[in-house]
């Protein structure tokens, strides 16, 4: 048993939080039933595993909806979004059909990946949602893959310029990834618009972080390696979520610079549905749950006025049968056929290879090349 020297979320700082001001009383309802969606689909998600209609591996999303949540939302509706195998929170907060989501936990025709991905690849081009995905970090050459494609349209060959903002999720056990790093330094040297997020649990499976990661209190002095902006966020209330992560999104459509981000957070079950949390106390259980996301924006809400007990209850109660009904449709979704294995392995939407050449950004600035003598 070990304990860890987690900071508690009333230590942590939050950039620019004053000068932000907050979205309308609507938008902060819907982050509040959001929030309360991807809870109940994880509760309903832990039963169906528990009752064998979900196979694989499952890993829930509970005490992190704040982060999903509030990122999202300070991003455009078209902005790319990649994460890790905890990826049903930020799926959901995306816009994905909780319907699609629940018959791909079940494997069935009807979802997201037609049942041949599970938990752990929800995906989702309509919304932007790049998955969902395994081994711990790769999803970060990715990220910068996103953002690089991106970049590349904009300014090759694009008409219009979009400026899009990728945001790439990894969970603190990522951080130590070589891959990590090489997209990180490609990301710095490419200048490309992501945001790495680093969802900060303090745990990777049952090894605390400060026993697996160096300065495992400052992880920020790592993006500084690369002259990247950073921040270190608190993860359990979507408000401040939302209010760290706008302006380091605006600074990043705007520069075109990747940003690092220690967003700090909890998560109330164990990694996957086989950990029985042997590794930590109830009592750091039991404290941080005093900082449910859910709870504080309900809080926030109906102390600003505006929500009532009843109008949550009631915002609740809606949520539960609409899980409910994603629960009836995937179970009546049917198993994918055979034939499917064979279908999806290869995409050639953009044609033949016809050649490239090299986007200006790409292009060594010419006063490098007189520095290294080399043009
Ligand atoms: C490259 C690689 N090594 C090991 C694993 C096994 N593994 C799965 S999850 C995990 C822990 C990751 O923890 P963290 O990144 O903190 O994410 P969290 O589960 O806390 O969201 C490990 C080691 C893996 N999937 N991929
Ligand atoms: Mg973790």
Redesign the pocket.
């Known amino acids: 048993m070990t304990t860890t020297t987690m900071p508690k979320t009333d230590q942590v700082t939050t950039p620019s939080t004053a000068q932000t001001p907050l979205p309308d009383a609507d938008t902060l309802r819907k982050w509040l039933r959001d929030m309360m969606l991807i809870r109940e689909f994880e509760v309903r998600s832990m039963q169906a595993y528990q009752n064998k209609l979900a196979g694989g591996f499952l890993?829930v999303y509970n005490g992190q909806e704040a982060v999903a949540v509030g990122c999202i939302g300070a991003l455009r509706p078209d902005d790319p979004v990649i994460t890790?195998?905890?990826d049903h929170g930020h799926a959901l907060a995306r816009g994905m059909d909780p319907k699609v989501g629940m018959a791909e936990l079940f494997g069935r025709i009807g979802g997201c990946a037609k049942g041949k991905g599970g938990s752990m690849h929800f995906f989702d081009a309509e919304h932007h949602m790049y998955g969902g995905h395994?081994?711990?970090?790769?999803q970060a050459p990715l990220g910068a893959g996103l953002a690089f494609a991106t970049k590349y349209r904009d300014e090759v060959m694009g008409s219009s310029k979009n400026n899009h903002v990728t945001l790439c999720f990894?969970?603190?056990?990522?951080i130590n990834?070589g891959a990590v790093h090489e997209a990180m330094n490609l990301a710095a040297v490419l200048s490309l618009p992501v945001i790495f997020i680093v969802?900060n649990?303090f745990?990777?499976?049952g090894t605390a972080i400060d026993r697996s990661t160096a300065a495992a209190g400052h992880i920020c002095d790592r993006a500084a390696g690369y002259e990247m902006e950073s921040a270190v966020v608190d993860g359990m209330d979507v408000l401040e979520v939302y209010r760290g992560m706008k302006p380091l999104v605006d600074y990043c459509r705007e520069t075109s610079k990747p940003v690092f981000v220690d967003m700090r957070c909890y998560?109330f079950k164990g990694?996957s549905m086989s950990d029985p949390r042997k590794y930590r106390t109830h009592d750091e259980e039991a404290k941080w749950e005093l900082e449910d996301p859910i709870e504080r924006l309900a809080a926030h809400l109906q102390g600003a006025g505006g929500v009532t007990a009843e109008d949550t209850k009631a915002m609740a109660k809606t949520v539960r049968q609409e899980i409910r009904a994603a629960v009836d449709w995937a179970k009546q979704s049917p198993e994918p056929p055979i034939e499917e294995l064979y279908h999806d392995v290869y995409v050639d939407r953009w044609g033949p290879y016809t050649g490239t050449s090299v986007p200006s950004f790409m292009q060594r600035r010419s006063s490098d090349r007189e520095q290294t003598n080399d043009a």
């Open positions: 890993h890790a195998y905890r395994g081994i711990v970090g790769a990894m969970g603190d056990g990522a990834q969802e649990n745990y990777a499976m998560r990694h």
